[in-house]
């Protein structure tokens, strides 16, 4: 078996010798040429299929470098929003902090500050809990601002650390009030359904108009006069009625509520 072989190798191995002897006389040219020349379309297209091959692969690496830095950039775009949401509430609370600041130092009324820790909102109820209480001398009914002294509803309901606070339009809300015209009407400020609130039992011969303001009359005990509630946004008349009603606008939104301050006695 091993002479097979040999015998194979030293053939291959004269062969070889015989072509390179061949070769260098020149003698293979012809044959060479026309190799080369039935070859030539086989090496163009292996050719067309490296360069094909090596330019899918750019494309591929180039496309996958194009959506890493995308990911990246949109990465980068959302932490700028959420930043810049962070700065814009911060910057919020501390315009409204400063206006109620102000409100206190301004005002001769004592007060304990409060942040709402939760909210309740359903068709009809409107109210939300802050984070003092007994403990901080709350009570039931005491008068609950927000920034420069606006009325936003009352203490209803106090526990050792946290009490309950009925909004102004709360269904169950109702505050003694003025509005500040020529004939100092008086009148209920009542909660509609956790929407709105309007003024009620208002004399028909009384005359109202929109813009007036409604502030607190004073007529409750644990609630200051003049306190600003809203202003007059239109008014309902019923002929042969002995009140009218009139709908009014909040001040501000009792649906952003933050911090708010508690008159206490």
Do not use: C
């Not at 067309?48 to 899918?56: A, E, L």
């Not at 102000?102 to 939760?118: D, M, Q, R, T």
């Not at 909660?191 to 011969?205: A, D, E, R, V, W």
């Amino acid at each position: 078996m091993l002479d097979k072989i040999l015998k194979y190798f030293l053939y291959g191995l004269l062969a070889i010798i015989v072509v390179i002897f061949l070769h260098y006389l020149g003698w293979l040219r012809q044959v060479e040429s026309l190799l080369i020349k039935g070859l030539s379309p086989l090496q163009e297209n292996i050719n067309q299929v490296v360069k094909g091959s090596k330019n899918f692969y750019e494309r591929w690496l180039k496309k996958r470098d194009l959506l890493k830095e995308n990911e990246q950039l949109k990465n980068q775009l959302i932490k700028l929003a959420i930043d810049d949401s962070r700065l814009k509430a911060l910057q919020e609370e501390n315009e409204l902090l400063k206006k109620e600041l102000n409100f206190v130092e301004e005002s001769k009324l004592k007060f304990v500050s409060a942040k709402i820790i939760s909210g309740v909102s359903d068709p009809f109820s409107r109210s939300v809990i802050i984070n003092r209480g007994k403990r901080d001398g709350l009570e039931k009914g005491l008068a609950v601002v927000a920034s420069e002294g606006i009325l936003v509803g009352k203490i209803s309901e106090v526990y050792d650390d946290f009490s309950k606070v009925i909004l102004l339009n709360d269904n169950s809300s109702k505050v003694a009030a003025t509005i500040q015209n020529l004939d100092h009407t008086v009148g209920l400020v009542e909660g509609q359904y956790g929407l709105s609130f309007s003024m009620t039992n208002i004399p028909q011969n009384q005359e109202v108009k929109e813009g007036d303001k409604v502030v607190t009359s004073g007529l409750e005990g644990k609630i200051p006069k003049n306190l600003l509630i809203a202003e007059v946004e239109s008014v309902k008349s019923t002929e042969n009625e002995i009140f009218k009603t009139a709908i009014l606008k909040p001040i501000i939104s009792l649906d952003n509520l933050s911090y708010v301050e508690i008159i206490v006695p």
